[in-house]
C-alpha cells in the first residue's frame, strides 16, 4: 500500500554504465518528479512531468532521461553514469489542485542510493 | 555520525522541550510553503504547510509562523520527542502551472532523551 514506490533502493555500478530507476504512485496523482539530494542533503529538483508531459526540466545533462509510459509511473534513465551522479535520488508526486495547474504538496518516495565507482 | 561532513545547521534539544527551526526563503513571490521532515535513510514526510494569504497554520504538536515581511517562516514542535530526530527542510513555491518546489537547506534536529 507504499503510496510512491521506487526501485532499486540501492544501485552500485560503474562508471560509463547505463542505469535505470523506476517509480509509481498509487495515489492518483496528476504531477511527478525527479530529485536529487547530494551528500550534504541538498534537495533540487531536477524533472517534473504532468499527465505524462514534460513541464520542468532543470538543466539536468542530457543523459538523464525521464520517462513517463502513464500519469501513475515515471522512469529515470541515466547514459554513461559518471562519478558525479553519485546522490540518492528522490521520486515525488503530486495532485493539481485548481484549474491554473497549480499543485499541492508533495509526497515523496523513499529514494534510490546511486553509487558510481 | 550521520552530521560528520554535511554542514547542515544542528539543533540540540531535551527531550520534552519545544523546538523552533527557522528558514529565510528567497522569493518574496513565494506563496506557499511546505516543512518536511526527512529521517535518516527515508524519503522527506509533510509535516505542515501555509499559504501565503496566512500567518500561522496549527497542527499536531506542530505550528508554523510566516512572516512575509522578512521572509521568514519557522517550525515549532511542542513537547520534542525522540522520534522528532531529524533532518527538518522548509520549502518554497511561487505556485501557478510550473508548479516547482524549492528547498532550503535543511536543519538537522537531535533530541536528547
Known amino acids: 500500500d507504499t503510496a510512491v514506490s521506487q526501485t532499486p533502493k540501492y544501485l552500485v555500478t560503474q562508471m560509463g554504465n547505463d542505469k535505470s530507476i523506476k517509480c509509481e504512485q498509487n495515489?492518483?496523482?496528476?504531477?511527478m518528479y525527479w530529485y536529487k539530494q547530494d551528500s550534504k542533503k541538498f534537495l533540487k529538483i531536477m524533472f517534473s512531468?504532468?499527465?505524462?508531459?514534460?513541464?520542468i526540466n532543470e538543466t539536468v545533462p542530457n543523459r538523464f532521461s525521464p520517462k513517463s509510459p502513464d500519469k501513475a509511473h515515471l522512469n529515470l534513465h541515466i547514459n554513461s553514469l559518471e562519478l558525479g551522479d553519485s546522490a540518492v535520488y528522490f521520486c515525488?508526486?503530486?495532485?493539481?489542485?485548481?484549474?491554473?495547474?497549480?499543485?499541492?504538496?508533495?509526497?515523496f518516495g523513499s529514494g534510490t542510493q546511486l553509487s558510481v565507482l | 555520525g550521520e552530521s560528520v561532513g554535511l554542514h547542515l545547521p544542528t539543533l540540540s534539544v531535551q527531550e520534552g522541550d519545544n523546538s523552533i527551526i527557522n528558514c529565510a526563503y528567497s522569493?518574496?513571490?513565494?506563496?506557499?510553503f511546505i516543512w518536511y521532515k526527512q529521517e535518516s535513510g527515508k524519503g522527506p514526510q509533510f509535516i505542515i504547510d501555509?499559504?501565503?494569504?496566512?500567518d500561522k497554520r496549527q497542527g499536531q504538536r506542530v505550528t508554523v509562523l510566516l512572516n512575509k515581511t522578512v521572509k521568514h517562516l519557522s517550525l515549532q514542535i511542542a513537547a520534542t520527542q525522540p522520534g522528532d530526530s531529524a533532518v527538518y527542510f522548509c520549502?518554497?513555491?511561487?505556485?501557478?502551472?510550473?508548479?516547482?518546489?524549492?528547498f532550503g537547506k535543511g536543519t538537522l534536529l537531535t533530541v536528547n532523551p
Open positions: 520549502a518554497e513555491n511561487i505556485g501557478g502551472s510550473n508548479y516547482k518546489l524549492t
Open positions: 515525488a508526486s503530486s495532485q493539481v489542485i485548481d484549474w491554473t495547474g497549480t499543485n499541492e504538496k508533495l509526497f
Open positions: 522569493n518574496s513571490a513565494s506563496d506557499y
Open positions: 495515489l492518483g496523482h496528476d504531477t
Open positions: 501555509i499559504r501565503s494569504n496566512m
Open positions: 512531468y504532468n499527465n505524462k508531459e514534460l513541464i
